[in-house]
């Protein structure tokens, strides 16, 4: 009874169920039993049709065109076609996820400037080169390292400046011989009734090289760097603490006064140690913003003016921190 059930089957049904019609006109002996198999023919057929409810027999008006010989093609069972519908699905939010990824690495790989409406304007800082330490003499440690105790800077100290930044004019007072800067002109940038006793205290305090680079941007703020190196932190430290107390007060900066917390503690590099000034009114003039950079054997002073008013603070600030990291 399962085979009659079958889609393949169902020409063979059909002409079994004519069979069973015409078999009470046979007056066969047997046609009372036969009748009976007749009758029970559709009763398990329809115990059967929950399961095939989807089958259209051959040649009935649901399926025109097939002749009582032909077989039905069996129709997609239903759980393929859901498969099928999945699986597309499935693929179409798999392309639109990695269409989506790919279109946010882009943007994340792009600079802000590049993306339009998200350019952000200058700030007013400037644009420095490429700025690295200098290499090490072969076999010398850094300056912080384990076992310098003296946390000796062993690269060339004029490398240790910062350079000039684009479109700055550089200061040839400040070029030296060979890049070393006499003590003389180091001692220019402070009031003159304290210059006398401060290059004592420079020499007495193991004062080894001095070297320094100034320049002036097309805003008129003039900037000048001095590195000096002594023979060990240990004077570093003595003469920092005296320049902070105002011993010496860089020129036309007689009463600055000194910034705490903020930048001028937490940025910067490790190892150094900063004191950061700012002109107080009436300015002289120009107006000057100054700053010391304790780095191990090496201070380093960083002086910022400008004509009837402070420099711009992003610059000296920048200026600032890049000198404090390179000697870190």
């Not at 046609?31 to 095939?52: D, F, H, I, M, N």
């Not at 010989?69 to 997609?76: I, L, R, T």
């Not at 402070?190 to 097309?218: C, H, N, S, V």
Request: aromatic letters at 8%; charged letters at 20%; zero cysteines.
């Amino acid at each position: 009874m399962s085979e009659i059930l079958q889609p393949a089957e169902e020409p063979q049904q059909a002409e079994t169920q004519q069979q069973a019609v015409a078999l009470p006109q046979a007056a066969s002996p047997h046609s009372s039993e036969e009748q009976q198999q007749a009758e029970a023919l559709p009763q398990a057929a329809s115990s059967e049709e929950p399961r095939q409810q989807d089958t259209v027999a051959a040649g009935s008006p649901q399926q025109p065109g097939l002749a009582p010989g032909e077989e039905a093609a069996p129709p997609a069972p239903r759980d393929r076609r859901v498969l099928r519908a999945v699986l597309r699905w499935t693929a179409a939010v798999a392309v639109f996820g990695v269409i989506g990824a790919a279109t946010a690495y882009g943007v994340t790989e792009q600079k802000r400037t590049d993306l339009p409406g998200l350019a952000t304007a200058s700030d007013g800082r400037w644009t420095y080169p490429a700025i690295e330490k200098p290499p090490l003499p072969d076999g010398s440690p850094a300056p912080f390292a384990d076992g310098n105790d003296s946390e000796t800077h062993y690269a060339d100290l004029r490398k240790l400046v910062l350079p000039l930044p684009r479109g700055a004019t550089p200061d040839a007072a400040l070029a030296g011989k060979d890049g070393w800067l006499p003590t003389s002109v180091y001692l220019d940038a402070y009031e003159k009734d304290a210059r006398q006793d401060l290059g004592q205290q420079l020499k007495d305090d193991g004062l080894r090289q001095i070297a320094a680079r100034g320049w002036t941007t097309p805003d008129g703020t003039r900037t000048r760097i001095y590195a000096l190196r002594f023979t060990s932190a240990a004077f570093t430290r003595i003469v920092h603490a005296d320049l902070t107390d105002n011993v010496a007060s860089p020129a036309d900066a007689p009463y600055a006064d000194e910034e705490y917390g903020g930048w001028a503690e937490k940025d910067g590099a490790q190892y150094t140690k900063r004191n950061v000034f700012t002109e107080a009114k009436p300015y002289g003039r120009t107006a000057v913003r100054y700053a010391y950079i304790e780095a191990g054997d090496v201070i380093a002073l960083v002086i910022q003016s400008g004509k009837a008013a402070l420099p711009p603070r992003i610059t000296f600030q920048q200026t600032v921190v890049l000198q404090s990291q390179l000697l870190g």
